[in-house]
């Protein structure tokens, strides 16, 4: 089956400085790749995702590059705030229906 | 709309007790799924179901079963609860083949001593 790894597990910025997080997948057939923010005690939600047929997607201060040969994606997030602060998971799918999680990335944004 | 809503929040059993862990959405979603969460280890795949009458084994299947007999409803049922279960079960549905965006409950905090 498919397997993805993250990192780094923690990261720690300062407020205004970006932030970027990896993953990497292991099945070439992967092709919806999901980014999810997930605060202390609440459940995981959708920030933004991507389609294997797309480099990059961007909304406001949150954007995914992904590279299909390399089998990597990653999540940016420029001029961080506190509220940013959250743990963060990524994911990869193949059909949409069966989705391999990454092990997490606890973010924090230092006031 | 209530979204996807799951029952209990909290549940305490003793090894060898069995209990269902229900899961609603009033979405009309096709695609459902249940997660277990452990520290360190994102989220697993229990099993999932891609519309009522089919379900099929994810990641971590062992020691849970599952069933679909309406397109709201996707319970996860417990056979004989082990202390290896003690986790953070969540639920979550997506429209199916036009979105892949999934939909998380609010979990359930359960523990096994």
């Excluded at chain 1, 790894?5 to 997948?25: F, M, N, R």
Aim: hydrophobic share 30%.
């Amino acid at each position: 089956g498919e397997n993805v790894e993250q990192h780094p597990s923690t990261l720690s910025v300062q407020e205004g400085d970006s932030a970027v997080i990896k993953c990497t997948y292991s099945d070439s057939a992967s092709n919806y790749f999901p980014w999810y923010k997930q605060e202390l005690g609440k459940r995981p939600q959708l920030i933004i995702d991507i389609r294997s047929n797309v480099g990059e997607k961007k909304d406001q201060r949150i954007a995914v590059t992904l590279n299909k040969t390399a089998k990597h994606f990653s999540l940016h997030i420029t001029e961080t705030q506190p509220e940013d602060s959250a743990v963060y998971f990524c994911a990869a799918s193949i059909t949409g229906n069966q989705f391999y999680f990454g092990t997490g990335t606890s973010l924090t944004v230092i006031p | 709309n209530a979204g996807v809503t799951q029952t209990p929040k909290f549940q305490v059993l003793k090894t060898g007790q069995s209990m269902t862990l229900q899961c609603a959405q009033d979405m009309n979603h096709e695609y459902m799924s249940w997660y277990r969460q452990d520290p360190g280890m994102g989220l697993r795949l229990i099993h999932y179901s891609v519309g009522a009458g089919i379900t099929d084994q994810g990641e971590v299947p062992n020691g849970y079963n599952v069933s679909r007999s309406t397109t709201e409803d996707f319970p996860l049922r417990l056979l004989s609860a082990a202390p290896s279960q003690t986790s953070v079960y969540f639920c979550a549905s997506s429209p199916g083949t036009a979105t892949y965006e999934q939909y998380f409950g609010p979990g359930t905090r359960l523990t096994v001593t």
